[in-house]
């Protein structure tokens, strides 16, 4: 079964306390990005990487970090959370109809920073 | 330009009524407007999309109408149940540019 891992699901910190939210498929997809879902903002994009070892910034980088050391796995790093990171984050690598744009989303990780 | 505006933010529809939910895009460079579908505790998932060499497409109860010299697309819920409660989320993207833009979001309630 096709799937994308988040963990962990839940996650309440302290402003400042490094942390990681790490995504896994299985798909042996190429390409793989995070999102963070705020409301009346809708979904946006937080970095991608369309390879290992290939990352980029997507439209709100700031304050995130990324790794590609395989091709499976691509986690999110917090260095130094704030609070207006609190967030609901997804981790997405593209679906089964080939195309770069049908994205396929993870079940989500729930961030709050105190 | 690379806004994607979604409206209304929130929508309570009878059952057995219609859902309409509004999108409006500036960048004409997009080729490619999906709708996904979120339901609580979930991610987003793909629900419909539409290429802009049509205006309308159908899948069931589901249907994009989209409007090119407008840049407007939407989406309408036919005879809308229950169990169509949840968040909508419409997108646009260049194919091959591996990037979607997401409107704001409406969260949809059907009343029983």
């Known amino acids: 079964e096709a799937q994308v891992t988040q963990n962990p699901r839940y996650l309440i910190t302290v402003t400042g306390k490094k942390l990681t939210v790490t995504c896994s498929q299985n798909?042996?997809?190429?390409?793989m990005s995070w999102y963070r879902q705020d409301p009346g903002l809708g979904l946006r994009q937080i970095y991608y990487?369309?390879?290992?070892?290939?990352?980029d910034k997507g439209d709100v980088p700031e304050g995130y970090k990324v790794s590609r050391k395989e091709k499976r796995n691509f986690p999110l790093i917090l260095e130094s959370p704030s609070p207006n990171q609190t967030s609901l984050y997804f981790c997405a690598t593209p679906g089964g109809g080939g195309s770069y744009n049908e994205q396929f989303f993870g079940p989500g990780t729930r961030l709050t920073v105190l | 330009q690379q806004q994607v505006k979604q409206s209304p933010q929130s929508l309570i529809v009878q059952k057995g009524g219609i859902s309409i939910i509004n999108c409006a895009y500036e960048?004409?460079?997009?080729?490619?407007f999906p709708w996904y579908q979120q339901f609580p505790g979930k991610g987003p998932a793909l629900l419909i999309a539409?290429?802009?060499?049509?205006s309308e497409k159908k899948e069931g109860r589901f249907t994009i109408s989209f409007n090119k010299s407008a840049k407007q697309f939407s989406l309408h819920i036919m005879d809308s149940q229950p169990g169509d409660s949840a968040t909508y989320f419409c997108a646009a993207g260049i194919q091959g540019a591996q990037k979607l833009v997401f409107g704001q979001g409406t969260r949809l309630t059907i009343n029983p």
């Open positions: 539409i290429r802009p060499d049509v």
């Open positions: 960048n004409t460079a997009f080729d490619y």
């Open positions: 990487s369309m390879n290992v070892e290939v990352t």
């Open positions: 798909m042996n997809h190429e390409y």
